[in-house]
């Protein structure tokens, strides 16, 4: 059963940092490329980083320079490191696993930037 689990989500102050964590089960995890991406309430749903099988990786302009994102394959995890957040971050975040034509979804945790 596959399975991706993300936590680390909550409240932070504009400026403030967090670490989210993605936890994968059910499948070859290292040899999926592995990306967050973001929701905010009214829009649509945005990329916000991905990081490939071989290990490089991919950032939008919005988050280049705050956002890292890195894999453990022991640990079949990936992680968002998020710097000097700001109000405009605020979202649910989501893990995503991709593979050809394979695809797989987390469950999202949430994410406020607020004073």
């Known amino acids: 059963q596959v399975q991706l689990v993300e936590s680390g989500g909550g409240l932070v102050q504009p400026g403030g940092s967090l670490r989210l964590s993605c936890a994968a089960s059910?499948?070859?995890?290292?040899?999926?490329?592995m990306s967050w991406y973001r929701q905010a309430p009214g829009k649509e749903r945005e990329l916000v980083a991905t990081?490939?099988?071989?290990?490089?990786?991919n950032y939008p302009d919005s988050v280049k320079g705050r956002f890292t994102i890195s894999r453990d394959n022991a640990e079949n995890t990936i992680y968002l490191q998020m710097n000097s957040l700001k109000p405009e971050d605020t979202a649910v975040y989501y893990c995503?696993?991709?593979?050809?034509?394979?695809?797989?979804w987390g469950q999202g945790t949430q994410v406020t930037v607020s004073s």
């Open positions: 059910g499948f070859t995890f290292s040899s999926y490329d």
């Open positions: 995503y696993a991709a593979r050809w034509e394979v695809r797989y």
């Open positions: 990081i490939f099988s071989a290990g490089n990786r």
